[in-house]
């Protein structure tokens, strides 16, 4: 597991990192929450849509700027 962190680059981590977050927070509102019913299905659909969303978006703003900081340093 300490291979595959290192091998990611630092938005893949913020990805990573920011996508668990979502995930947590994610579960925690179904729990705490009576909007949804409370099932397997529902766990699942917002671990994948909650912590996914995140993840991706939090990974691709990550990425955009570790691009845009290298174009400026050339």
Do not use: C, H, Q, Y
């Not at 699942?44 to 969303?53: Q, T, Y």
């Amino acid at each position: 597991m300490k291979a595959f962190w290192e091998r990611l680059g630092a938005p893949g981590r913020i990805g990573l990192v920011v996508g668990l977050i979502g995930a947590l927070l994610t579960v925690a509102g179904l729990v705490a929450g009576n909007l949804a019913p409370l099932t397997a299905r529902s766990l699942l659909l917002g671990i994948l849509l909650g912590g996914g969303s995140w993840g991706v978006v939090s990974w691709a703003i990550a990425s955009a700027a570790a691009n845009a900081m290298a174009d400026g340093e050339e």
